[in-house]
């Protein structure tokens, strides 16, 4: 499995913006995630979907800013950011699980551990 993420870029504070990452490969996918990693910080979750799209979660000072979303047709994933802060400034990364668990299982599903391929990250500058 192998997963491209694009988008990134320098934007202004205030600004949108919107990551996708593709996903080749034919192992079933439960659920694909973004995370984030600030310069001298560790990576943090950002949002994750199921595949199946009956689950979102975000990370909550990102809720109502952003939107993750897929095409299944295209095994994409999205993330649209909009209303950029500075503080969303980092590497962005995408990440799918291939192990099922259940919806509420909301640790699951936010954390960097339980996700089993990454892509190599699109990096996010906001700046004015």
């Known amino acids: 499995v192998q997963l491209q993420a694009c988008g990134g870029g320098l934007v202004q504070p205030g600004d949108s913006l919107t990551l996708s990452c593709t996903v080749a490969?034919?192992?079933?996918?439960?659920?694909m995630g973004w995370f984030r990693q600030a310069p001298g910080k560790e990576r943090e979750f950002v949002a994750a979907?199921?595949?199946?799209?009956?689950?979102?979660w975000y990370e909550n000072s990102v809720k109502g800013r952003f939107t993750i979303s897929r095409d299944a047709a295209k095994n994409t994933v999205y993330l649209q950011m909009n209303s950029l802060e500075p503080e969303d400034t980092a590497v962005y990364y995408c990440?799918?699980?291939?192990?099922?668990?259940?919806?509420?299982?909301?640790?699951?599903?936010?954390?960097?551990?339980?996700?089993?391929?990454w892509g190599q990250g699109t990096l996010v500058t906001v700046s004015s």
């Open positions: 490969g034919n192992r079933h996918k439960n659920a």
């Open positions: 979907l199921t595949w199946t799209f009956a689950g979102t």
């Open positions: 990440a799918t699980s291939v192990r099922g668990r259940p919806l509420n299982d909301d640790d699951f599903y936010t954390k960097g551990a339980s996700y089993d391929y």
